[in-house]
C-alpha cells in the first residue's frame, strides 16, 4: 500500500489539494502498478508562523 505525504504551507484552495491528490494518485498508480484502492495520500497543512527557514517564518517574510 503506497502511502504518499505531502506537506504544505497552509492557505490553498480545496479544489486545488484535490488536484493534488488526484494526480499523485494517477502517478502513484502508474509508475508502481498499483491499485487505485490501495493508495493514500495525506496533505498536512502547516501555519505560516509554524514554518522557518533561517530562524525566520514565512508569516515573518510576509510582513
Do not use: K, N
Request: glycine share 4%.
Amino acid at each position: 500500500m503506497p502511502l504518499i505525504e505531502v506537506t504544505l504551507v497552509e492557505g490553498r484552495p480545496y479544489e486545488r489539494l484535490r488536484s493534488l491528490i488526484s494526480e499523485l494518485t494517477a502517478a502513484a498508480e502508474h509508475s508502481l502498478d498499483a491499485p487505485r484502492s490501495s493508495i493514500r495520500v495525506v496533505i498536512r497543512e502547516v501555519p505560516t508562523t509554524h514554518w522557518a527557514a533561517g530562524d525566520v517564518t514565512i508569516a515573518e517574510r510576509g510582513s
